[in-house]
T-cell receptor
């Protein structure tokens, strides 16, 4: 059974810092991995999709890496801004169809 | 291109009533997924549907829950005889392809059972 863990559960940093969010999964036989952000009381916004054959994917200030052999992914956020405050969710595709989610990292960027 | 639409956004039901949650996928998407987020818990997969077919319902509770995605119209998640434990946020996602393609989520329906 696939389990996804995100560390830390919460993170608070001052504006402008670069930061890394971690995601680990127990079964390395994944298809793809997707990172989301969720604002309080809102839906999920897709940030990045990393295909299983890729090592990393970039979008603006975000960079996500994937190491299947070690069962890890990281989300790097450069030059953090208060608007980046949200919960960040990591999810792996199991069976090519359904996403298995971690519990999320609640990020607060302090002005 | 409008995103995934869900309605209602908030739904209050008394114990024993029925709840119907609707999801309209993004234009051109024929794959729909339902997830549930219980209070203080992560999102859990419930069911995966294509038009007129249930592909994977391994995450659906065995009783009271059903889902459909008819040829015309939105996907419907139906919960019969709701109980307090059904209170949660229900999210729908759609994808243009079922093969590990990027999933796009709607804003969710927050169900409260009183």
């Amino acid at each position: 059974k696939q389990e996804v863990t995100q560390i830390p559960a919460a993170l608070s940093v001052p504006e402008g810092e670069n930061l890394v969010l971690n995601c680990s999964f127990t079964d390395s036989a994944i298809y793809n991995l997707q990172w989301f952000r969720q604002d309080p009381g809102k839906g999920l916004t897709s940030l990045l999709l990393i295909q299983s054959s890729q090592r990393e994917q970039t979008s603006g200030r975000l960079n996500a890496s994937l190491d299947k052999s070690s069962g890890r992914s990281t989300l790097y956020i450069a030059a953090s801004q208060p608007g980046d405050s949200a919960t960040y969710l990591c999810a792996v595709f199991q069976g090519a169809q359904k996403l298995v989610f971690g519990q999320g990292t609640r990020l607060t960027i302090n002005p | 291109n409008a995103g995934v639409m869900q309605n209602p956004r908030h739904l209050v039901r008394r114990r024993g009533q029925e709840a119907r949650l609707r999801c309209s996928p993004m234009k051109g998407h024929s794959h729909v997924y339902w997830y549930r987020q219980l209070p203080e818990e992560g999102l859990k997969f419930m069911v995966y549907l294509q038009k007129e077919n249930i592909i994977d319902e391994s995450g659906m509770p065995k009783e009271r829950f059903s889902a459909e995605f008819p040829k015309e119209g939105p996907s419907i998640l139906r919960i019969q005889q709701v109980v307090r434990g059904d209170s949660a946020a229900y999210f729908c996602a759609s994808s243009p392809t079922g093969a590990s393609g990027e999933q796009y989520f709607g804003p969710g329906t927050r169900l409260t059972v009183t």
